[in-house]
């Protein structure tokens, strides 16, 4: 009977992720209409873009980070069109109105999606590549892959150098299967108690936490992309003299500012700036004093 009893629970247990994922939605065709964007089938799947400011101008594309979709960038993408600037930002996969894609998320499904995302809105060489956080480890990898692609890297919080981790993620990443199982049962409680009080991005990655795949694409990313070290990416786009200026928030608590010091060994030519006061989400809360930085260093 006890043995029958615990066999019970440890099935309702297993469960549990199952039963969670089964009440978030995938993003609905409803939702992919009133966007202001469009939707691109791509290689691996439908992919959500949009492009922000004049028809004409110089090209940046936009990648995010790990857990908040696209739409991080509209304050600072709408900043850099009144500045003349054409920029395209679009959602990972798994993220925003993006499909939840199967497989590893590692460096070669990443850049294969922006690859996609360049050759489908015919975007030549020459470009601009803005990353935000684990998106800046992104471009950093496609940069160092294709230098002849790219004119210029504009980092902002990037991961790839050095990022703080909490022990229930260290796990999580680590561990298969009990990883899986924590992240399905508890993962959405985890974000939520890694958001900071007044974070302007709260909003985005409450709403996120609806999404079926959302949770599985941050693990996924987590472990196979996010903690692996750009430090041969950065080297690389050194000796190719490819143009690098990277912003960090002087308060960031998921990105440190001994990230600016390992840049600067990895790649002396990268013009670097803080942004005082400013945390993870500096895209967000502080779209004007980047936009200043950047007309500064041009």
């Known amino acids: 009977m006890i043995a029958a009893f615990i066999l019970g629970l440890l099935a309702v247990f297993a469960f549990l992720p199952i039963y969670y994922e089964s009440k978030r939605q995938p993003a609905s065709d409803a939702a992919r209409k009133a966007a202001p964007g469009q939707m691109a089938t791509l290689t691996q799947g439908e992919t959500y873009i949009r492009w922000y400011g004049p028809v004409r101008g110089p090209v940046i594309v936009a990648v995010h980070g790990l857990t908040t ?20 930002a679009y959602d990972l996969y798994g993220r925003g109105l993006s499909d939840a894609v199967r497989g590893p998320q590692d460096t070669a499904f990443f850049l294969r999606q922006l690859d996609d995302v360049l050759t489908d809105q015919n975007i030549g060489d020459d470009v601009t590549l803005m990353g935000y956080s684990m998106g800046g480890a992104i471009v950093s990898a496609f940069a160092a892959a294709q230098p002849h692609r790219v004119g210029r890297l504009v980092l902002l919080a990037s991961a790839g150098l050095k ?39 709260e909003a985005m990655q409450r709403a996120q936490l609806n999404q ?71 895209p967000r809360s502080h779209a004007a004093e980047i936009v200043n930085i950047l007309r500064q260093k041009d």
């Open 163 to 201: 990022i703080n981790e909490s022990s229930f993620w260290q796990i999580a990443r680590r561990v298969p299967v009990l990883g899986d199982w924590l992240v399905g049962t508890f993962g959405a409680n985890r974000v939520l108690a890694d958001i900071a009080p007044g974070n302007p991005l």
């Open 69 to 88: 979709p696209s739409q991080v960038y509209d304050a600072l993408a709408e900043e850099l069109g009144a500045l003349g600037y054409r920029v395209l």
């Open 212 to 282: 079926r795949g959302y949770l599985a694409a941050v693990l996924s990313s987590r472990r196979h992309f996010l903690m692996e070290s750009q430090e041969d990416a950065l080297r690389t786009i050194g000796r190719e003299d490819i143009p690098v200026t990277a912003i960090w928030g002087g308060q960031d608590q998921a990105i440190p500012l001994q990230a600016l010091g390992l840049m600067a060994q990895w790649n002396r030519n990268t013009v670097q700036d803080v942004v005082p006061g400013a945390g993870h989400a500096l």
